[in-house]
């Protein structure tokens, strides 16, 4: 790294640090309150509100992950994830956020004792604890400390593992233990910017370089719609990088994939996704804290959907770019898949790595195996080892560093924007990080401490709680995180997801009813959480060859059908009412709606486009 990108560098991390706790003042000081700190005043503007929530979602998963998902065979198809999730914000603004601001709740277990009981409460916020500490924040640092070190290494500076998850641990303990809420949001405005800015210019940096390649060096991608009769596809010097990028790509270039695909097949774009969509964007208390502390129902709304906008954005800077990797390295991917492989063979791992094995399914494969693109390894030290390690010199290829070779092989040596493409990445998985400590001391703070250890702590004392919380909870992060290298996780991925699919399905399941339902008593609410992890135990167990959106589907479709049965059973004597226990306006936005339908047009268009 030069000198002007160390300078870029460290100048981003100190205008981060200095703008959150400049901004965040009144959360600790002496007439701070709980309100400041865990909800920022309720004072958060619409436009604060929508970088915010995108800043705290986008972090090295989407970065790493989903350019190297749309490296592989998937391609465009992952861009669902972003893009409905611009319909669900939309949905989550008019239906979930009138009735969280309207009960004035700090926390979203919060919300089932005002529908439910006390112990509905108090289940959900137990596990919303287990999966914020143990899987989410634990996979954030994980996720956001593997592309660091390797970003670095290839700069030249060799930092371990270990030592980047506290790195960034300590980086987001720091402001949001200082200054709550309010730091974390100021904080992701400069970081939320940034990012979308980086991930442009890295996008037309790969545009570029497609433009500019020799025909003969390009590889063409191959995807789940992929014919066996299918040609190479046919490029002229003369084309421009748009035309090459379409020819190249032919077929990863559709969001409906065959409903054997075991990722993202078109089956789960019914149901199957759209719950981690809501759950996520809408029950999630380390995305909905920022709705939470809205100035009112408006700038709330406001704000969502200005998010939903910027989410149909996101795949022309992540998903886009990871396809063009393929295109330009796909021998790099080769190389690394095989280093890995050599090393897991010798650690005695015999397991699948998910390598990213381009093929979607073993019947494809048989189908067309003439067209496998498994591929030779290039350094021919590499093969020997992998040819003693198995006997054989063929591998797949590491999609997941699609990322890495982009930032290493077209922004390194530009000076200046290595070290704000570095700071924009370490910023969006330090958000991310924030966000998740904010919310995990929130809910013990409020619905632990406060509702069984403590029912007389004063605000002071509920601050203090909060505080010390980010504190332990950094610390089990950065300790637990590294152990997550091990293969026998199977990638961060499907470590998270398979993880959140014990609590999702079921939570909202329970929430949707309870919204719907305002007779059935608190038992069905309790019986609807408890219910779905035991289901998805089972189905994992014996049906292990049902992929997990559609193993939470059929989980979510059990649960409320036991629900609406216990609901003509159990009946509370007159219909729940939503008390109005605020003093916030709760007049809802005419230009929010108008917006939320653009958003929503928008998101039908892209999906007949690249249908």
């Not at 926390?107 to 409460?121: D, S």
């Not at 490029?235 to 421009?240: D, F, P, V």
């Not at 939903?308 to 998903?319: E, H, N, Q």
């Not at 219910?531 to 167990?541: A, E, G, S, T, V």
């Amino acid at each position: 790294m030069g000198i002007v990108d160390i300078a870029v560098f460290f100048g981003f991390i100190a205008a981060v640090i200095g703008v959150g706790l400049w901004k965040s003042r009144s959360a600790h000081s002496e007439e701070g309150g709980a309100a400041d700190y865990f909800l920022a005043g309720r004072g958060l503007t619409w436009w604060l509100i929508g970088v915010s929530l995108i800043a705290a979602n986008i972090s090295a998963e989407q970065f790493v992950g989903m350019s190297g998902q749309a490296a592989s065979y998937l391609g465009i198809a992952i861009a669902s994830y972003e893009w409905m999730a611009a319909v669900t914000l939309v949905f989550v603004a008019f239906a979930f956020l009138p009735y969280f601001l309207k009960t004035g709740i700090y926390t979203i277990p919060g919300f089932l004792e005002h529908r439910y009981n006390k112990h509905a409460r108090s289940i959900m916020a137990v596990f919303m604890m287990v999966i914020l500490v143990g899987v989410s924040l634990c996979g954030v640092i994980y996720a956001g400390a593997l592309p660091m070190r390797d970003l670095l290494a290839h700069a030249g500076v060799h930092v371990s593992l270990v030592a980047c998850c506290w790195i960034m641990g300590v980086l987001a303990a720091g402001y949001v233990a200082a200054g709550g809420l309010k730091a974390c949001a100021w904080a992701d405005l400069i970081q939320g910017t940034a990012l979308i800015i980086g991930g442009a210019l890295i996008s037309f940096f790969a545009f570029q370089a497609l433009g500019g390649a020799n025909i003969a060096d390009l590889a063409h991608g191959v995807g789940a719609t992929t014919a066996a009769d299918a040609a190479a596809p046919v490029l002229t010097a003369e084309m421009g990088a748009v035309q090459r990028f379409f020819a190249l790509n032919a077929d990863k270039l559709h969001m409906f994939l065959p409903k054997t695909d075991t990722i993202i097949p078109w089956t789960a774009l019914c149901l199957g996704l759209w719950i981690p969509n809501l759950y996520y964007w809408g029950l999630n208390q380390y995305i909905t804290q920022r709705t939470l502390g809205s100035a009112s129902l408006a700038a709330g709304q406001k704000g969502i959907v200005f998010a939903a906008a910027l989410k149909l954005l996101i795949p022309f800077i992540i998903v886009f770019p990871g396809i063009i990797a393929f295109n330009l390295y796909d021998k790099d991917m080769a190389d690394s898949a095989v280093s890995d492989y050599v090393v897991a063979r010798e650690a005695g791992v015999s397991k699948d790595l998910g390598l990213a094995v381009l093929a979607p399914s073993e019947a494809w494969q048989a189908k067309n195996a003439a067209q496998m693109p498994i591929v030779t390894a290039y350094n021919a030290e590499v093969t020997a080892k992998a040819a003693a390690a198995q006997k054989s010199t063929t591998v797949a290829y590491k999609s997941d560093t699609a990322l890495g070779l982009l930032i290493a092989k077209l922004c390194m040596g530009r000076q200046g924007l290595f070290g704000f493409i570095i700071a924009a990445l370490l910023g969006a998985i330090v958000s991310s990080l924030a966000a998740v400590l904010n919310a995990a001391s929130t809910i013990f703070s409020i619905d632990i401490y406060h509702s069984y250890l403590n029912k007389r702590a004063s605000q002071k004392q509920l601050v203090a709680v909060g505080r010390i919380c980010v504190g332990v909870f950094v610390v089990i992060g950065c300790v637990v995180a590294p152990l997550l290298d091990d293969p026998k996780f199977g990638g961060i991925f499907t470590y998270i997801q398979e993880f959140q699919g014990y609590v999702s399905p079921g939570v909202l399941a329970v929430f949707i009813f309870g919204l719907l339902n305002r007779t059935a008593a608190g038992a069905t609410g309790v019986t609807g959480l408890l219910l779905n992890p035991l289901l998805y135990f089972l189905f994992k167990r014996y049906l292990p060859q049902l992929d997990f959106l559609n193993r939470m589907a059929l989980c979510m479709v059990i649960v409320l059908a036991v629900m609406t049965v216990m609901g003509f059973v159990a009946r509370l004597p007159k219909p729940v009412v939503f008390q109005s226990n605020t003093h916030l306006n709760l007049e809802s936005s005419k230009g929010a709606k108008w917006g939320g339908t653009a958003v929503v047009i928008a998101t039908a268009i892209l999906y007949i486009i690249f249908r």
